[in-house]
Nanobody
Framework: QVTLVESGGGLVQAGGSLRISCAAS????????MGWHRQAPGNQRELVAT???????NYADFVRGRFTISRDNRKNTVYLQMDSLRPEDTAVYYC??????????WGQGTQVAVSS
């Protein structure tokens, strides 16, 4: 019974910044990694960024250098700082918690819209 709740989405102009948050109901140390995924209308869900329990990060090529994933273990919260946003970044962004084998838990998503 794990709950992940995203927040912080909204509308932003191209080139702008936005930070979205994922609050977990339990300790995020319970999982091998936390991650952000996104899904644009008509597209498949794609992995954006991950952060392991010991703080190692990984990014999809299309956001590397622009997005930063971080975690606050005291608050059981994961963040995604998005800079230099592009219209193609428009999507619903989902937080997920990964076990050893799979992305096991998912949040409801938060909408990010970037205008041209």
């Amino acid at each position: 019974q794990v709950t992940l709740v995203e927040s912080g989405g909204g509308l932003v102009q191209a080139g702008g910044s936005l930070r979205i948050s994922c609050a977990a109901s339990g300790s995020i140390f319970s999982f091998s990694a936390m991650g952000w995924h996104r899904q644009a209308p008509g597209n498949q869900r794609e992995l954006v960024a991950t952060i392991t329990s010991d703080g190692r990060t990984n990014y999809a090529d299309f956001v590397r250098g622009r997005f930063t994933i971080s975690r606050d273990n005291r608050k059981n919260t994961v963040y995604l700082q998005m800079d230099s946003l592009r219209p193609e970044d428009t999507a619903v962004y989902y937080c997920a918690a990964r076990s050893i084998l799979e992305w096991r838990h998912w949040g409801q998503g938060t909408q990010v819209a970037v205008s041209s």
